[in-house]
């Protein structure tokens, strides 16, 4: 039985450790969907549309039908009104001289109609119904112009943050596959010194080789070890930037599936580095053109303070109790018109600012434009210096790499020195590096031009 339990508490513990050790493979384009789905940036930004849409459904709802009902209920403390027109004990008589015949008749009906007997006024109750509906109104029809601009603008955010991470998602992956082509490289070499060293120790003590040999090389891959301890430390930090992006537990394991050969295709840099440019087509200048458009639609809503507004509306109303004297109608149906007559000047300067904040929009949006060719231009040139200095790099390792492995075979013979040695492998570490950072720096270069020609 103790066996059994211990057994059965062993496979749950493996199944967890199993469970949160989950790897998952990506490719730079599944990443880029992921991170698109996952990240909550993004996230943000959609809800801001999914506001902006209601904000658009509240102010189009307010020019439709709207109902209100009420019920109301007042006591008036047994207050008595004497309702009296003449013709009683407390009345003065009527000289009918000074009417003519049509108010005699409604004189005399009405004091037929009066008592001395005062009315009683007490506890009412009533139920009101009105349906209300705006039949025009300047500042409604222009507030939803600029509500379907504020969605617009928030689309437009969306697809700016979606830029960005894509950019992000990218520069991280490829900077992974980098590191991980940059510690297999120092990894080799390391191993590589490793056998040296073996190899020279073994000539120190059959007395061919001296002491300072083997300490040169102990030298070089002390050095070595430290790099490869950095760039490690380098890579958990980019995995765990990259979890972040892609929304990624940070206790899962991610496998990378494209090497940095895929990334780069040499006539698609010569393309882009001949391609033309237009600022419409960036997002960050399609974001300020809603601004724009913004600011004159709240121009236009301030002028349109000076508009009247007309509205229709129907009551109905029900007594639940009522007093001895109700004149109330059941139905009621009307018009309201509200004109603006003054307002000291307050509408006016309201007018003014929004003019003076829309100049300013239309600057702004100018000045994105100017900004937006100017780093086009820088992005081109970067680009071009980094393809030069990636193919310069690219020939260099080459030509570093030839002259280590030649190093190499003259120690082996005797013919060159640990010294030597020693150095050609630094220059070809120098040489490794200088490559894969050229490679990144290219790779960068095209992104960000891409970003600007929104082609990324």
């Known amino acids: 039985m103790i066996r059994h339990t211990i057994a059965t508490a062993a496979l749950l513990f493996s199944s967890v450790f199993l469970f949160s050790q989950e790897q998952i493979s990506l490719s730079l384009a599944q990443a880029t969907e992921r991170a698109l789905s996952h990240n909550l940036g993004i996230k943000s930004s959609e809800l801001g549309v999914s506001a902006a849409e209601k904000q658009l459904k509240s102010s189009i709802a307010k020019g439709l039908p709207q109902v209100e009902g009420s019920v109301d209920y007042s006591y008036f403390f047994d207050y008595e009104i004497n309702f009296s027109l003449g013709g009683g004990s407390n009345g003065g008589d009527i000289n009918y001289a000074l009417f003519d015949d049509g108010d005699k008749e409604i004189m005399k009906l009405l004091q037929s109609m009066s008592s001395s007997e005062p009315i009683i006024m007490e506890g009412s109750a009533g139920a009101k119904l009105q349906v209300s509906q705006l039949l025009f109104s300047g500042q409604y029809w222009v507030g939803i112009q600029t509500a379907k601009l504020a969605k617009l603008l928030a689309e437009q955010q969306v697809k700016k943050n979606k830029t960005e991470i894509i950019e992000s998602v990218s520069n991280v992956y490829f900077g992974i596959v980098i590191l991980q082509e940059s510690i297999e490289i120092l990894t080799k070499t390391s191993k590589n010194l490793d056998d040296t060293f073996i190899k020279t120790a073994a000539l120190v003590r059959a007395g061919i080789a001296e002491e300072t040999d083997t300490l040169q090389i102990r030298m070089a891959q002390n050095s070595l070890s430290n790099s ?41 840099i010569q393309e882009k580095l001949t391609s033309s440019f237009s600022v419409e087509n960036n997002i960050d200048y399609q974001v300020m053109e809603s601004q724009v458009g913004i600011s004159q639609k709240m121009v236009r809503l301030q002028q349109m303070a000076y508009t009247p507004t007309l509205a229709g509306f129907y009551q109905y109303n029900h007594k639940i109790l009522s007093t001895g004297l109700d004149m109330n109608p059941d139905h009621i149906i009307g018009v309201s018109l ?62 570093a790499e030839r002259i280590y492995t030649k190093t190499q075979q003259k120690y082996d013979y005797g013919v060159a020195s640990s010294f030597e040695l020693t150095q050609t492998n630094n220059s070809y570490l120098e040489a490794q590096s200088n490559y894969l950072q050229a490679y990144m720096q290219l790779f960068q270069a095209k992104n960000a031009l891409e970003k600007l020609s929104h082609s990324l």
Request: net charge negative; aromatic share 10%; hydrophobic share 40%.
């Open 228 to 268: 490869v301890k950095q760039l490690e430390r380098s890579y958990d930090f980019n995995n765990t930037m990259l979890k972040f992006l892609l929304g990624i537990p940070y206790e899962t394991t991610i496998i990378l599936t494209e090497d940095a050969q895929n990334f780069i295709q040499e006539d698609a």
């Open 338 to 399: 509200q004109i603006p007559i003054f307002s000291s000047g307050a509408r006016h300067f309201a007018v003014q600012e929004a003019k003076i904040k829309s100049a300013q929009a239309e600057l702004g949006k100018q000045l994105v434009a100017e900004q937006l060719t100017m780093e086009m231009q820088q992005a081109q040139f970067n680009l071009k210096n980094a393809y030069e200095n990636f193919m310069l790099q690219k020939e260099n390792i080459e030509l």
